[in-house]
């Protein structure tokens, strides 16, 4: 295939200022017209051809200023349209006819249809499905677009922008025109129509405008829009606080589908979202999934301004829309949640899903400078890793510089298509620093390393810290350069007090951060009065790899009186995750694990901290998972012996605490009507988590049955079922909660993707039989994306055990589906198909037949654009 390059980005020699569209929907042949005003740009030779993008539309006519071209005129493929002689002047009308059909599209790009709903989805390049265009994001145009249809069919008509006129027309046909004033590129391109039900709303903003506010899901569930309703006015009103950012529309629109290649999407004023983001309830929804809504509310909603307002020049610079607005939606989060608790949450993401793909044949930088296939690079890396590094700006500024970095990038770039270099130009502009070492982190893949150790002289009263970095080598990058990274640190003292020092030298050293720009650093503190602990990398400052040379007394000192709620939590994740490589050497050796009983005290002792939020208690005792265990450990993984490593501890913890665990648990359980704010969720998260533990004991099964049928909302209800199917799979109580729960949402689908992807998880080699025959319930089909997550991406990326059978069947059957899946959708299968990102840490047996799994993908004929990417970059 093609390979794009960041260098050979050009202008285009024409521009489309204005773009209209005429709709006639229907399911199997829907007219498209498009009357493009087509402008040469300044200084083009008159003689240069139009070439247009597109993929697959039919074509029926092509006129230039109201004269139809013949065939001799133009050449038309199914992905170019070439006008090789367009008129001299240098304004002309261009209209286009074709059709396409709706109903047939089940690669979800472009226009299908969802339950009977018309919709589209043209990030990144979809909108050449439904009309040849100059499909890129620095062509920016004014659309105004007709919609027509059977009114019976689509009651409800809308597209971008405002509502311009509405009316009804013979054959009980009717339209709408809407019209949006703010010049936009074609990936923002949306229409709707079909019979929704609406939640409305409305929000005055900050200069005083009303907007008025819509959510459409199905009919009949309009009463679980509510709370994505109060997030995006919490939203809103969040983007005029932190950032000075206003809405810029009469109308805002939100519409709920169920066939979604994402998460959502931004389009101007009409965001369309996978229900699953908008969709709650207690009875349905987990808190998680209360979280994930506000989140991704908010994220679409942010893009208003981080990607629509002041868009991509290019694909290459996704990560200056994604990575900025990701960042803006942790900040949302934070302030609307606990800030500690979001970052520990935060950075265990980052670890799980940015770390692998870093770490392995998929590595790229957040601003990436090749793509044969764009849509594979909606990556952890451009999205969590490009916060971190919007967020790593934050840090070396200060708030206020950052701030005003930001109010500039808007007032110089708004109606812009931007670059990474613009962005980082702001920050450069306010605060007369030079940024050139530290936009490393756009342009240089690899997760850095520091290798730390320190020392102390009594006499001296002079502490050492010895700092080095190094960058390990990822595909087509074996050479390094050396980063600027943000280290902030303190230096904690008796009872967790900081300890001062008189001077410093080695390093700059400002605001709690030691800015790390060479290969080594020796940092020495002078004027020292007592031994410190050192805490490195305070609130994950950089999303970096530590190697400290740090006794565990150190350790464990630190996980309990460190200040930072972030490395307290880090340090005795640490100490978890040091026990459980070592039990895994251990039982690999054949031999029985064990732990030290301080672990399990202090474990203990944080469950019963009243100081300490609940939730933050939570995450401090969810062991690291199975997948971080191995990424740590790095090579010669065996699936097997890690989860037994894990498993040993998870006991001995337990085993220790039965009563402060068991007393705890009793007195956490939820008192009066369920809300979803996050002091109650962090409350049913320590209570689920304490579950977890007790359901290990004697009794467990008959406990965590009782959890499962006092539950009164989803959380507790999934919780107890995840405990029984998974630690207790095959008994009586087990089967009768998937029984139940089966039975009582039957006709669900969301709510039965938790259902799959419980058993999905279950642990061992039985489970891929399992998920074969799951793939025939009547709830399954291969055709929604949320189903297959649910099912084959639970199953592929969260079940180690089940996945990494060490005969190979787990592989096999997954090549199989993932190559069923990709005759239809070819980006969910890429996307399915980065499972095997990390298979050259495995042992050699599974990976020899990981190899050949993924030979077997990579061998089958008319493979598409995004799954031969991903296969062949990962055999690479
Ligand atoms: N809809 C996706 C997102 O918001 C891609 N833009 O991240
Ligand atoms: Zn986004």
Not at 99 to 127: D, H, I, K, W
Not at 689 to 710: K, R
Not at 711 to 732: E, I, Q
């Amino acid at each position: 295939g093609h390979v794009f390059k960041l260098e050979d980005y050009r202008p285009s020699d024409y521009l489309i200022p204005r773009t209209s569209l005429d709709f006639r929907l229907s399911p199997d042949a829907t007219r498209v017209t498009a009357v493009l005003t087509v402008e040469r740009r300044e200084g083009v030779a008159a003689s240069a051809p139009l070439v247009l993008d597109g993929d697959g539309p039919t074509l029926l006519g092509v006129a230039i200023d109201g004269q139809l071209l013949s065939e001799v005129d133009y050449q038309a493929t199914p992905d170019q349209l070439t006008i090789p002689t367009p008129p001299a002047a240098q304004r002309f009308e261009l209209r286009l006819e074709t059709e396409v059909a709706p109903s047939s599209n089940e690669a979800l790009m472009g226009l299908y249809r969802s339950n009977n709903v018309y919709c589209t989805q043209c990030e990144a390049e979809g909108f050449r499905r439904i009309t040849y265009f100059l499909d890129r994001p620095d062509i920016l145009s004014v659309y105004t677009v007709r919609i027509e249809a059977p009114h019976n069919e689509a009651p409800l008509l809308l597209s971008n922008g405002n509502p311009v006129e509405s009316g009804t027309l013979a054959d009980g046909r009717h339209y709408a025109v809407w019209h949006d004033p703010f010049p936009k590129p074609s990936y923002l391109f949306a229409l709707v129509a079909g019979a929704l039900g609406k939640v409305a709303g409305s929000f005055t903003t900050l200069s005083g405008r009303e907007v008025e506010l819509g959510i459409y899901v199905e009919p009949g569930k309009e009463r679980l829009a509510g709370y994505a309703m109060d997030a995006l006015k919490r939203s809103m009103k969040w983007d005029e606080e932190a950032f000075g950012r206003e809405y810029d529309l009469d109308v805002f629109n939100i519409v709920a589908v169920s066939d979604f290649n994402m998460g959502a999407m931004e389009n101007k004023g009409l965001n369309i979202f996978n229900d699953k983001y908008v969709l709650a309830d207690e009875e349905t929804a987990t808190d998680a999934d209360f979280a994930n809504i506000e989140a991704i509310i908010a994220h679409e909603y942010f893009h208003n301004w981080t990607g629509n307002r002041i868009t991509c020049r290019d694909w290459f610079q996704l990560c200056l829309k994604e990575g900025l607005t990701v960042y803006r939606d942790h900040e949302f989060s934070a302030d609307q949640r606990s800030r500690a608790v979001k970052r520990i949450a935060e950075v265990r993401t980052l670890r799980a899903h940015q770390f692998p793909e870093d770490q392995g044949p998929l590595a790229h930088p957040v601003r990436p400078r090749r793509y044969r296939e764009i849509n594979n690079f909606y990556t952890a890396t451009v999205y969590e890793k490009g916060s971190e590094v919007v967020r790593m700006i934050r840090t070396i500024l200060g708030a206020e510089l950052f701030r005003a970095g930001m109010d500039l990038y808007f007032e110089r770039h708004d109606g812009e298509a931007a670059t990474i270099e613009d962005f980082v130009k702001v920050f450069e502009d306010v605060s007369g620093r030079d940024l050139a070492q530290f936009a490393l982190w756009y342009h240089q893949a690899g997760t850095p390393n520091l290798a730390v150790s320190s020392s102390y002289n009594a006499a001296a009263k002079a502490f050492t810290l010895e700092i080095e970095q190094s960058v390990p080598p990822t595909p087509s990058e074996s050479r390094k350069r050396l980063m600027h990274i943000p280290l902030a640190f303190g230096l904690v003292g008796d009872g967790g007090k900081p300890v001062a020092w008189a001077a410093v030298d080695g390093a700059i050293v400002e605001d709690g951060v030691i800015h790390v720009r060479k290969r080594r650093h020796t940092v020495r503190f002078s004027g020292v009065s007592e031994r410190p602990s050192v805490s490195l990398n305070r609130g994950f400052s950089a999303p970096i790899t530590l190697s400290v040379q740090q006794k565990a007394d150190d350790q464990i000192f630190l996980a309990s009186h460190d200040s930072d709620s972030f490395s307290r939590w880090q340090a005795f994740n640490t100490l978890l995750t040091d026990a459980l490589i070592a039990a895994f050497r251990q039982v690999l050796g054949g031999k029985e694990p064990a732990f030290a009983a301080r672990l399990a005290e202090l474990a203990g002792r944080i469950a019963g901290d009243e100081a300490l939020e609940p939730a933050y208690r939570a995450l401090a005792l969810s062991l690291p998972g199975e997948a971080d265990i191995a990424r740590d450990i790095g090579k010669g993984i065996d699936p097997d012996a890690i989860f037994a490593a894990r498993e040993a501890l998870a006991r001995t913890i337990a085993e220790a605490n039965r009563q402060v665990f068991s007393a705890l648990y009793d007195s956490l359980a939820d008192k009066g009507p369920f809300t979803p704010d996050a002091a109650s969720a962090g409350r049913r998260a320590l209570r689920n988590i304490l579950l977890d533990y007790l359901s290990l004991l004697p009794e467990g099964a008959a406990l965590a049955a009782q959890h499962f049928n006092a539950a009164t909302n989803m959380t507790d209800r999934t919780a107890a079922l995840t405990v029984l199917a998974h630690r207790h799979a095959g008994s009586r109580e087990a089967e009768e909660a998937l029984a139940a729960f089966e039975a009582r949402y039957r006709g669900d689908a969301l709510v039965l993707d938790k259902w799959f992807q419980i058993q999905a998880g279950v642990p061992g080699r039985q489970t891929v039989e399992k998920v074969r025959a799951l793939m025939q319930h009547p709830a399954f089909s291969i055709a929604n994306p949320n189903r297959v997550r649910s099912l084959i991406g639970t199953f592929s990326s969260a079940n180690q055990t089940g996945f990494h059978r060490a005969d190979g069947q787990g592989y096999r059957f997954f090549a199989e589906i993932v190559l069923e899946v990709e005759k239809r959708n070819p980006q969910v299968a890429a996307r399915l198909a980065t499972a095997m990102r990390s298979w050259r840490s495995l042992e050699p047996i599974r990976q020899d037949k990981a190899r050949q799994a993924l030979l077997q993908i990579a061998n089958a004929e008319n493979l598409s654009a995004d799954l031969r990417d991903i296969v062949e970059r990962t055999l690479a």
